[in-house]
């Protein structure tokens, strides 16, 4: 981070190539984006529009905004000869305006860097500053056709009302209409369905054991093998076994619950 303190702030170096800043939290990656944006659009002549800044959450994204828009406020008040003397800020934007002004049919003097910084203000609106999935909505928006992306999709923030209503209705269809579904007996109520759904979707990658299977037969065959798991160590079990290492209480808390899904299972025959 030291290092790009000073390179900033020097007219020499190159922001066309790639850069990358390595910084802890509270070092100071915010001041320094917001060196960057007033360069960019004070002396690159970039419009605001141009200027991509991404970040992780909406908090962070207002945040961003805001702090953009003042230090060029700031810049604003510095060239116009109205900025406070004893304002913190003053160093830093005497040193990116004395920066060579990058010619786009403009002349270098502070009359085009007024403009610039004007024009900036009056698009900030337009200002490309985006959380990460505010950022691909927007490019899957505008590039539906190349992206083949639905263009009246709906990027939503929370499923957690489509999740239930599916879930719903998975649970009035097993639960209710056949008391001899396999799926019946697995879950006491629907939020404990909702809760395995949600957990379910959170990691799209994880495997769910065992594999599912639309043959009733094969159900069956895995009740009977976790029946005869469950009945083998009931019957095996040792005192010198781990359970034997508990305390008394954890102990049968424990044997408790196995014997109730034994005989859960057992009424799965």
């Given at each position: 981070m030291a290092a790009f303190?000073?390179?900033?702030?020097?007219?020499?170096?190159?922001?066309?190539?790639?850069?990358?800043?390595?910084?802890?939290a509270g070092t100071g990656k915010t001041y320094q984006i917001q060196n960057v944006y007033l360069r960019l659009t004070l002396a690159e002549g970039l419009p605001v529009e141009k200027i991509l800044v991404v970040t992780f959450t909406e908090a962070a994204t207002r945040e961003l905004r805001e702090r953009m828009r003042a230090i060029l406020v700031k810049c604003?008040?510095?060239?116009?000869?109205?900025?406070d003397p004893a304002d913190p800020d003053l160093d830093r934007l005497e040193r990116v305006a004395r920066m060579p002004v990058k010619a786009h049919g403009e002349p270098d003097?502070?009359?085009?860097?007024?403009?610039?910084?004007?024009?900036?203000?009056?698009?900030?609106?337009?200002?490309?500053?985006?959380?990460?999935?505010?950022?691909?909505?927007?490019?899957l928006q505008s590039y539906a056709f190349e992206c083949g992306h639905d263009?009246?999709?709906e990027l939503l923030e929370n499923d957690t009302g489509i999740i239930g209503d599916i879930c719903r209705n998975?649970?009035?269809?097993?639960?209710?209409?056949?008391?001899r579904d396999p799926a019946a007996p697995l879950f006491a109520n629907v939020s404990e369905v909702q809760a395995l759904a949600t957990s379910a979707l959170g990691k799209p990658d994880?495997?769910?054991?065992?594999?599912?299977?639309?043959?009733?037969?094969?159900?069956?065959?895995?009740?009977?093998?976790?029946?005869?798991?469950?009945?083998?160590y009931l019957e095996a079990r040792q005192p010198e076994g781990r359970l034997g290492r508990l305390k008394p209480k954890t102990k049968k808390k424990i044997e408790g619950q196995?014997?109730?899904?034994?005989?859960?299972l057992q009424k799965t025959e």
């Amino acid at each position: 981070m030291a290092a790009f303190d000073t390179a900033v702030f020097d007219p020499e170096y190159d922001f066309n190539g790639a850069t990358l800043v390595e910084a802890s939290a509270g070092t100071g990656k915010t001041y320094q984006i917001q060196n960057v944006y007033l360069r960019l659009t004070l002396a690159e002549g970039l419009p605001v529009e141009k200027i991509l800044v991404v970040t992780f959450t909406e908090a962070a994204t207002r945040e961003l905004r805001e702090r953009m828009r003042a230090i060029l406020v700031k810049c604003n008040a510095y060239l116009s000869g109205r900025l406070d003397p004893a304002d913190p800020d003053l160093d830093r934007l005497e040193r990116v305006a004395r920066m060579p002004v990058k010619a786009h049919g403009e002349p270098d003097d502070d009359t085009a860097r007024i403009i610039r910084i004007r024009t900036a203000l009056m698009n900030f609106d337009n200002a490309a500053i985006f959380t990460i999935h505010g950022f691909c909505n927007r490019i899957l928006q505008s590039y539906a056709f190349e992206c083949g992306h639905d263009p009246d999709a709906e990027l939503l923030e929370n499923d957690t009302g489509i999740i239930g209503d599916i879930c719903r209705n998975w649970w009035r269809k097993h639960r209710y209409a056949d008391a001899r579904d396999p799926a019946a007996p697995l879950f006491a109520n629907v939020s404990e369905v909702q809760a395995l759904a949600t957990s379910a979707l959170g990691k799209p990658d994880a495997k769910l054991l065992p594999a599912q299977s639309d043959n009733q037969a094969d159900v069956a065959s895995l009740a009977a093998e976790a029946r005869q798991r469950v009945a083998a160590y009931l019957e095996a079990r040792q005192p010198e076994g781990r359970l034997g290492r508990l305390k008394p209480k954890t102990k049968k808390k424990i044997e408790g619950q196995i014997a109730e899904l034994h005989d859960s299972l057992q009424k799965t025959e």
